[in-house]
């Protein structure tokens, strides 16, 4: 009997919270998504697109992907849009991560990374974000190619103390890789029309 | 239960006081008080979370099996801590940059579970109410204290706002000569200034 109640108990419980936070989630969404397209993405997007002659932000569109949604930012240089943005989310060591992966679509190379929305640890994983240098070794690889990390026979140093995240960030790059070599013809057909 | 509802909400204001007289849920303590907006930040989301944690589980007290009673406690505070943390990022995403990792952690400070156990699963609402709002307004003016010594000393002013709202500035209070100790906005600084607080208080004696 004290079993029952116990599962009973415990059920309801987790029902009642599980159901009020998908209904907050839902609330929520819409504003939160501003709110780290202005704090988070924007930034990241203008700091890999330096020297673009549009604004990256503004210059949005989405594509189809299956059941999803992906939104692509383009930038422009010297008003020809070259650069393609894609949104990427990889596993990290603590949580889910963003990842903008930026491709030049002239070249076919990789244009750039930026850790957007992460919950790595500051210091070890957290470096994944907060220092450029290590972003930068992504900057200017052939598209074609997979990254790696050195240990695992690739050419990306991984940060020291942080082989799960580098990882991470080299597994959401390739998602990227592979969803680029998948939709280029439809990123470069939308990309002239976007561009504000 | 002879205490009067002003004691139960008093208590947590000096008699109690987390951290320093409950030396409970030092992480956040320690991690957040870089400045005193973030312990500001952060001592509101505790107090927040254990104010709804504290009525809830005083409501549910004679439904909640004793045996599984600390895993309901979690999923409620648990609940409350989403909530907190989904607001916070829909109307005040640059404190909850800030604030980070240390939001969702909250839901294993103990200050909140020891509440729930220690008072709200054997007292009424109207006291447990009181209760998590006496504890985590002394929480919050601990950790906006504690932030404000890290700032003082490590940047030379107070500079902020509360939840986008009340913006201050107090640049160089000591003066433009002073140097900043960026020590004490730096981890270690936190165990220190923490200690000299501590000491201070036990200066004063409790009762």
């Not at chain 1, 029952?4 to 108990?9: D, E, S």
């Amino acid at each position: 009997m004290e079993m029952i109640k116990m599962v009973v108990v415990l059920t309801i419980l987790s029902v009642i919270s599980g159901g009020g936070l998908k209904w907050l989630e839902e609330f929520t969404k819409p504003m939160i998504e501003v709110q780290e397209l202005e704090l988070v993405k924007g930034p990241a997007i203008r700091e890999i697109l330096k020297g673009a002659s549009n604004d990256p932000v503004e210059s949005r569109f989405k594509i189809q992907d299956g059941d999803e949604e992906r939104t692509v930012f383009v930038g422009a240089f010297d008003g020809e849009p070259r650069v393609a943005v894609l949104e990427v989310s990889g596993k990290g060591f603590a949580d889910k991560f963003g990842l903008l992966v930026a491709f030049d679509v002239v070249e076919d190379k990789l244009a750039g990374i930026s850790v957007t929305t992460h919950k790595e640890t500051p210091g070890l994983g957290g470096e994944a974000k907060d220092n450029p240098a290590w972003a930068a070794q992504f900057k200017g690889k052939p598209v074609n190619k997979q990254c790696k990390v050195t240990n695992d026979g690739g050419d990306i140093n991984a940060l020291s103390g942080a082989t799960i995240t580098s990882r991470a960030v080299c597994d959401a790059t390739n998602q990227a890789l592979a969803k680029y070599e998948e939709f280029k013809p439809q990123l470069v057909e939308n990309m002239k029309s976007a561009v504000k | 239960m002879a205490k009067s509802l002003a004691q139960e909400f008093t208590k947590g204001l000096w008699k109690e006081i987390p951290p320093f007289r409950l030396v409970l849920g030092l992480c956040p303590v320690l991690g957040v008080t870089t400045s005193m907006k973030n312990g500001i930040g952060m001592g509101l989301a505790t107090a927040f979370v254990l104010i709804c944690s504290n009525i809830l589980v005083s409501l549910l007290r004679k439904v909640v099996p004793s045996k599984v009673r600390i895993a309901c406690f979690i999923i409620i505070i648990a609940t409350f801590v989403i909530v907190v943390e989904m607001m916070m990022q829909a109307f005040v995403y640059g404190l909850f940059l800030d604030l980070g990792v240390f939001i969702p952690l909250i839901v294993v400070n103990c200050i909140v579970l020891g509440r729930a156990e220690a008072f709200a699963s054997k007292n009424s609402v109207i006291p447990s109410m009181a209760d998590g709002m006496g504890i985590g307004l002394g929480f919050t003016f601990s950790l906006a204290a504690l932030g404000a010594v890290r700032e003082l000393l490590g940047t030379g002013g107070l500079a902020g706002d509360i939840f986008g709202f009340l913006p201050y500035e107090l640049p160089n209070l000591f003066g433009a000569s002073f140097e900043p100790f960026a020590f004490a906005v730096q981890a270690p600084g936190a165990f220190i200034c923490l200690g000299l607080m501590l000491f201070l208080l036990n200066l004063v004696p409790s009762k």
